[in-house]
């Protein structure tokens, strides 16, 4: 049966004034919408078959690499299109913001539409591949630069020093390969694509669907073309009013809840393989095995698995969640035996061939991580700490900020501010170990009267495809126009994928 849940821990009263924390830099920042993006998009999109999917049509649409410039350097945008199953119940273009960042929304639609059927018969379904990301100029490093990367977890100031050292070395290697693009992949200059691309799609407002690090280019476009939304669903906010260490610090304490959620779940769950052992004991075994360098993946002996990169688990197999595998796993690292479904090594690490992506390059654009010296990181990595006593810190964004150390922002943090007339969908659920419950509630704070928050009251990230509950009230937005009433929530309906 579904099981209510009681608020997260990142909703204790704690972490009140760092949820409402600002970059005092960007506090007054806002968003212009600099260029004609009507008459970019009425140049048009060639569609033809794709290669890989006959079903799916593919195309490009050119763009300015500067929006200032319209007449300058372009980018060529991939797209992929799923058109309307029912051609008669047609309402228009359903256009997907992909999460990362540096995920591939050509991808996403050449595996599978991703949307109910409902949904498929009324809209053509286009999926594009955001300024910077696979098909749209990725961001492309020197491999011989990349791993060169120092270690993501600094512990001196001279771990500081190198980090901004080599940080010059490889922001230019990737500007050098990357050309100019590499300088203008914020998710302003992705909204403003947004609005050339629903232009291009004939449509007069935009219909449009984000999850996760797609959600910024979708707020982004919500101030600066407020007046072309026609439905627009949020799901699993980024919260661009954060400054460097609530964005820590709270990233902290959901991938802390998420844990604690697991640990919940194997306490009272016979199917867990670690039920009646101490989890947390076993987990804080794992991490200090990692710490003096003795702890393998089973089958890769060559190199030991960092604390670091062990971290990954708790984040990775949290997002569904996929808590039988994830107990599992920890199980054959503890000396079990190893399952059929064991994943690869968690994190990241060297690369091989002779070039690296970097789509952190696009984060480090729309969020200030700056930090003066060492002993700010230090003051970052103990607050973090203290709301996560098993899980240290999030790994993706501490393991991030160190990159983006000397890196220009071009979209640096500040509250929204929509003025438009359409009401807007913010979907999240209460345990969330990548976007907190937090971040989607405040940005539905900051969206003012005419966004709604949706509540899933279980686990994992994005909620669109959880339950039959989250699924209708979506569609019925994105259909219809019909918001939920104020304070919708969704009961938690326990699964494991």
Same mark, same amino acid.
């Given at each position: 049966?579904?099981?209510?849940?009681?608020?997260? $821990?990142?909703?204790?009263?704690?972490?009140?004034?760092?949820?409402?924390?600002?970059?005092?830099?960007?506090?007054?920042?806002?968003?212009?919408?600099?260029?004609?993006?009507?008459?970019?998009?009425?140049?048009?999109?060639?569609?033809?078959?794709?290669?890989?999917?006959?079903?799916?049509?593919?195309?490009?649409?050119?763009?300015?690499?500067?929006?200032?410039?319209?007449?300058?350097?372009?980018?060529?945008?991939?797209?992929?299109?799923?058109?309307?199953?029912?051609?008669?119940?047609?309402?228009?273009?359903?256009?997907?913001?992909?999460?990362?960042?540096?995920?591939?929304?050509?991808?996403?639609?050449?595996?599978?539409?991703?949307?109910?059927?409902?949904?498929? @018969? @009324?809209?053509?379904?286009?999926?594009?591949?955001?300024?910077?990301?696979?098909?749209?100029?990725?961001?492309?490093?020197?491999?011989?630069?990349?791993?060169?990367?120092?270690?993501?977890?600094?512990?001196?100031?001279?771990?500081?020093?190198?980090?901004?050292?080599?940080?010059?070395?490889?922001?230019?290697?990737?500007? %050098?390969?990357?050309?100019?693009?590499?300088?203008?992949?914020?998710?302003?200059?992705?909204? +403003?694509?947004?609005?050339?691309?629903?232009?291009?799609?004939?449509?007069?407002?935009?219909?449009?669907?984000?999850?996760?690090?797609?959600?910024?280019? *979708?707020?982004?476009?919500?101030?600066?073309?407020?007046?072309?939304?026609?439905?627009?669903?949020?799901?699993?906010?980024?919260?661009?009013?954060?400054?460097?260490?609530?964005?820590?610090?709270? =990233?902290?304490? $959901?991938?802390?809840?998420?844990?604690?959620?697991?640990?919940?779940?194997?306490?009272?769950?016979?199917?867990?393989?670690?039920?009646?052992?101490?989890?947390?004991?076993?987990?804080?075994?794992?991490?200090?095995?990692?710490?003096?360098?003795?702890?393998?993946?089973?089958?890769?002996?060559?190199?030991?698995?960092?604390?670091?990169?062990?971290?990954?688990?708790?984040?990775?197999?949290?997002?569904?969640?996929?808590?039988?595998?994830?107990?599992?796993?920890?199980?054959?690292?503890?000396?079990?035996?190893?399952?059929?479904?064991?994943?690869?090594?968690?994190?990241?690490?060297?690369?091989?061939?002779?070039?690296?992506?970097?789509?952190?390059?696009?984060?480090?654009?729309?969020?200030?991580?700056?930090?003066?010296?060492?002993?700010?990181?230090?003051?970052?990595?103990?607050?973090?700490?203290?709301?996560?006593?098993?899980?240290?810190?999030?790994?993706?964004?501490?393991?991030?900020?160190?990159?983006? *150390?000397?890196?220009?922002?071009?979209?640096?943090?500040? @509250?929204? +501010?929509?003025?438009?007339?359409?009401?807007?969908?913010?979907?999240?659920?209460?345990?969330?170990? =990548?976007?907190?419950?937090?971040?989607?509630?405040?940005?539905?704070?900051?969206?003012?009267? %005419?966004? @709604?928050?949706?509540?899933?009251?279980?686990?994992?990230?994005?909620?669109?495809?959880?339950?039959?509950?989250?699924?209708?009230?979506?569609?019925?937005?994105?259909?219809?126009?019909?918001?939920?009433?104020?304070?919708?929530?969704?009961?938690?309906?326990?699964?494991?994928?």
């Amino acid at each position: 049966m579904p099981r209510r849940t009681s608020p997260p $821990a990142i909703a204790r009263v704690a972490m009140a004034a760092l949820l409402t924390a600002t970059m005092s830099c960007g506090a007054s920042a806002t968003v212009t919408g600099e260029g004609d993006t009507d008459a970019v998009g009425k140049r048009g999109i060639t569609w033809e078959e794709c290669e890989e999917e006959p079903t799916v049509e593919c195309g490009t649409l050119t763009v300015p690499i500067d929006w200032s410039k319209p007449n300058g350097l372009t980018v060529d945008l991939a797209l992929a299109r799923r058109k309307a199953i029912d051609p008669s119940a047609r309402i228009g273009s359903l256009l997907i913001n992909p999460g990362g960042p540096g995920n591939s929304g050509v991808k996403d639609m050449l595996r599978s539409a991703g949307f109910s059927e409902d949904v498929q @018969r @009324r809209f053509d379904i286009v999926g594009y591949d955001p300024r910077g990301v696979a098909r749209s100029g990725s961001v492309t490093c020197s491999a011989s630069v990349y791993n060169q990367m120092p270690s993501p977890v600094m512990t001196s100031q001279a771990d500081y020093d190198k980090w901004v050292a080599f940080n010059k070395k490889l922001h230019a290697d990737c500007r %050098k390969l990357t050309g100019p693009l590499y300088d203008h992949i914020d998710s302003a200059n992705v909204a +403003r694509d947004m609005d050339a691309i629903r232009a291009a799609l004939g449509e007069d407002k935009l219909t449009s669907y984000g999850v996760s690090y797609g959600t910024l280019a *979708q707020q982004m476009y919500a101030e600066l073309f407020p007046n072309r939304v026609r439905a627009m669903v949020l799901d699993g906010n980024m919260d661009h009013s954060l400054n460097v260490k609530a964005f820590q610090v709270t =990233d902290a304490a $959901a991938v802390q809840d998420s844990f604690d959620e697991f640990v919940a779940w194997c306490d009272r769950d016979t199917d867990c393989v670690l039920h009646g052992r101490d989890v947390r004991a076993l987990w804080k075994g794992l991490l200090k095995k990692a710490d003096r360098g003795e702890l393998h993946w089973p089958g890769v002996n060559d190199r030991p698995v960092s604390a670091h990169n062990l971290l990954w688990l708790g984040v990775v197999l949290n997002e569904a969640p996929a808590w039988r595998q994830e107990a599992k796993v920890l199980l054959a690292l503890a000396g079990g035996p190893v399952p059929d479904d064991m994943p690869g090594p968690p994190g990241n690490g060297p690369v091989n061939g002779e070039s690296a992506e970097l789509p952190i390059a696009i984060l480090c654009e729309d969020f200030n991580l700056s930090l003066r010296n060492y002993n700010e990181y230090a003051d970052v990595m103990r607050s973090s700490n203290a709301v996560a006593p098993d899980m240290r810190y999030n790994p993706m964004p501490m393991g991030d900020m160190p990159i983006c *150390q000397g890196h220009p922002v071009n979209n640096p943090q500040h @509250r929204l +501010r929509y003025t438009g007339s359409a009401p807007l969908l913010v979907g999240t659920s209460m345990h969330d170990p =990548d976007t907190p419950y937090q971040w989607s509630a405040n940005v539905a704070r900051q969206l003012g009267p %005419k966004a @709604r928050l949706l509540t899933y009251e279980g686990w994992g990230h994005g909620i669109y495809r959880v339950t039959q509950c989250t699924r209708a009230a979506m569609d019925s937005y994105l259909i219809s126009l019909t918001v939920p009433a104020q304070g919708a929530r969704c009961p938690a309906e326990e699964r494991q994928d």
